[in-house]
């Protein structure tokens, strides 16, 4: 059965990207005329998920605001002629069936999943970080789904990081399956260079069995002394219950501020709305540096 729900953490509190996210949602800084809160939602959307809930904290009701109707924006829109604008604002509310729920206290990545166990119920889920960004031909959670539901286990999306890099991230113990999968063993969080199995890391897409949620009830602080969604995900890796994909696209860490602004550059010259003009001034601005 293909996933029809998605988990999407954006609680944190944006500390990389400072002073800006002080008031402002990180998931709601534009990327082009959207925020990049929404290109998460779309790449769930375009996978076939129609039911989404993003976990926030008390100062993100942006978010929630957002994915709601505006019946006095539409109404001014309408009256002024303005029928496509009316019908933009309305689409971001209908695209999806979009929940929330606030993570009450800030206790790690594990504990942010484990908050949705009600609204996911017996089935499998898929996670999209809010602070990960794809740009791929298909869908990147689709692409894991596809190997979750023929092998019928728990999938994460991989790509290989430089090793300067890997402490950052996490680093699986991993085997060739076939293709673009492998069988994951084992992992660690934010190793040390002692504790690398390889250069591949989880980029921020899941999709996950249920039987993640009594796992994560049960496990103790890690690393940070936070509950570590990577501490889980090892858990069901040692019984041999999950894969991996080495997924087809690019992934931004809109998280930090260099991540963030490649993003930016990088969407908006692909968006039809403003890329053409925006080629222009870069090429005529890269003459004058």
Request: charged residues 25%.
């Amino acid at each position: 059965m293909r996933i029809k729900k998605a988990v999407i953490p954006a609680a944190g509190l944006g500390t990389r990207m400072l002073p800006e996210t002080k008031t402002i949602p990180k998931e709601m800084l534009p990327i082009g005329d959207r925020p990049s809160i929404q290109y998460i939602v779309e790449e769930a959307v375009a996978a076939g998920i129609e039911d989404i809930l993003i976990i926030t904290n008390r100062s993100k009701a942006a978010m929630e605001d957002y994915f709601d109707y505006h019946p006095e924006l539409e109404e001014r829109l309408l009256r002024a002629g303005r029928e496509e604008d009316a019908a933009l604002v309305r689409r971001t509310a209908d695209m999806a069936n979009v929940m929330f729920v606030r993570q009450k206290q800030t206790l790690g990545l594990g504990h942010a999943i484990w908050t949705a166990r009600r609204f996911v119920g017996s089935e499998p889920f898929a996670v999209l970080l809010g602070d990960d960004v794809m740009a791929a031909a298909r869908p990147v959670i689709g692409q894991l789904d596809e190997v979750a539901d023929a092998e019928r286990c728990s999938v994460v999306g991989v790509q290989a990081v430089s090793l300067d890099d890997i402490g950052k991230y996490c680093s699986l113990d991993v085997s060739h399956y076939h293709d673009r999968v492998f069988r994951v063993h084992n992992m660690v969080e934010k190793p040390k260079p002692s504790e690398v199995f390889s250069p591949y890391a989880i980029l921020g897409r899941y999709v996950l069995s249920p039987d993640i949620f009594p796992i994560l009830e049960n496990l103790s602080p890690g690393y940070g002394g936070e509950i570590q969604l990577t501490d889980a995900l090892a858990v069901l890796a040692r019984r041999g219950e999950m894969l991996a994909v080495e997924f087809e696209g690019k992934r931004y860490d809109t998280g930090s501020l260099e991540g963030y602004l490649q993003c930016v550059i990088e969407l908006s010259l692909q968006n039809p709305r403003c890329g053409e003009a925006l080629k222009t001034y870069i090429k005529e601005l890269a003459r004058t540096l």
